[in-house]
């Protein structure tokens, strides 16, 4: 995992300001500095003490100085839950597609490394965090010293003006920021925006291949309604469309809740269903009322062979664990926020997902071997039975209301990256960019229909971006320095390896493999 940045070792910050405190042969000075740093303590806002600085600690304490308290925020389970509520999605359709092109032992190595890799670039980013964010409160801590001291010094009390500047929250184009400055922040900022965007894009494509067959049994098959098209664009214009274009859109975060609800029931159907066997063309029929597992040496292959297929499913796994910006939302949210406990649950979240994911994979390759789809919502058509509808509504509903959380995340990082900060005007601006967007978004999908070509595209190029590039370079900025060591570095190599490796050969293979049909 990465250093533990809270041992002191990288805190040259720290121990400079220490030694400025502690040196010096002047006591009446040192004194006064103290004095003025005991009186800035008991002012409005929180200060981090001289022990906070250069105690054994660390900085530890510097990010946990907040105005809220020790009970304020959220607790280890409660943000484990809303880390598992980011990561599962849409990936949990496509799964089961990339188990069959990689191969069932294939996939279950590919998706257990991209979950160790995508641990350790939540562990980097938030020790970046940890860092940065104690580096920015030392030198406000330091102005606000000197500012004081010279209204000292010219007959001003300087106390009464003196008001300790929380810094903000860091964000995920804050650290890009302060790694690389404004190309950084650029850089992580379209990662960000092409990220949602395509979400957007997944969305509607999922809702486009569920809302025809639960409308299909009440129209009929022929209804024009019923048909991809027009269902999807129905359903964008008079559903989508409107709730993106809610000023404030927080109350519809309460319902996020339901996909990792909706996605434990479609495991649970998924597990049922591949006890009655393989419905497979071609495959070993297994006896009811066992999983069928003795057709994993025939037709259920252990690794998939074709190359396509393996470049392709890449960055299906690697996209369905993506999280990661919204890591620091849920970091600033966790009670006694530390490195330690923030890696904690993202270690906990990830191993909660890779068994879901796996066990719904298998199921779903066993049943349907190689005729599953990208989306295995559509291979649930062929079964029969009330609680198929049931699970696709849910999951339609889920798109609904998952959809329009969308669209204010852009809008925040477009305005601070094209419009310098400043709200887009309501209602003019914010309803033309919203139209505009949920518009775009349609379009793409209508474009590329096959959710395992968008999600794959995504995946390889806004999500290898996110997930590894950009998290493994701005640790070895902030942390290392860009002092790279074999022994220390490796993970760090591996890391920017993989996502650069997934960003050029499966963005290709996968364009490519899509024109060719």
Known sequence: MPRNILDGDDLELSEVKAARWKSGSDSDALLQHQNVRTALTQADGPLATEDMLIGDSGIEEIVDSTDEGDGWGAGRFTSFANLSNTIVGAGILSMSYAYSRLGYLGATLVLSMCVGLATYSINCMVACSVLATAKLQMQEIDALIHHTMREAENGGSGIGSAKYPSPSPLTYTGIGELAYGRRGAIAVGTSILALNFGAMVVYIVIIGDTLPLLLKPVVGSDSWIAQRNPAAISATFFILLPLSCLQDVSSLGYFSAL????????VVVVIFLSTKGSMGQGDVQADPGSIDMHGFGNPMRAFGMELVGVFKSLPIISFAVACHTN???IFRELRQRSQNRMNQVAQSSMIFVFLLYMICALCGYSRYRDAVVGDLLLNLE??????????????LVTMFLTFPLQPPAIRSTFVSLVNGGAPLGYPLQHLAFSTCLVIAALIVASLFPDLDFVYALIGATAGSCTMY??????????????????KENWKDGILLFYGM???VVSTTVDIVDYARG
């Open 501 to 503: 490796f997934i960003l």
């Open 259 to 266: 996909s990792l609800i909706c996605a434990l029931s479609f």
């Open 327 to 329: 890591v620091f939302p």
């Open 382 to 395: 062929l079964e029969d039975g009330y609680i198929i509808p049931i699970v696709q509504s849910v999951f």
């Open 469 to 486: 590039i950009f998290p493994a370079l701005c640790y070895l900025k902030l942390v290392c320095n860009w002092k790279i060591s074999l």
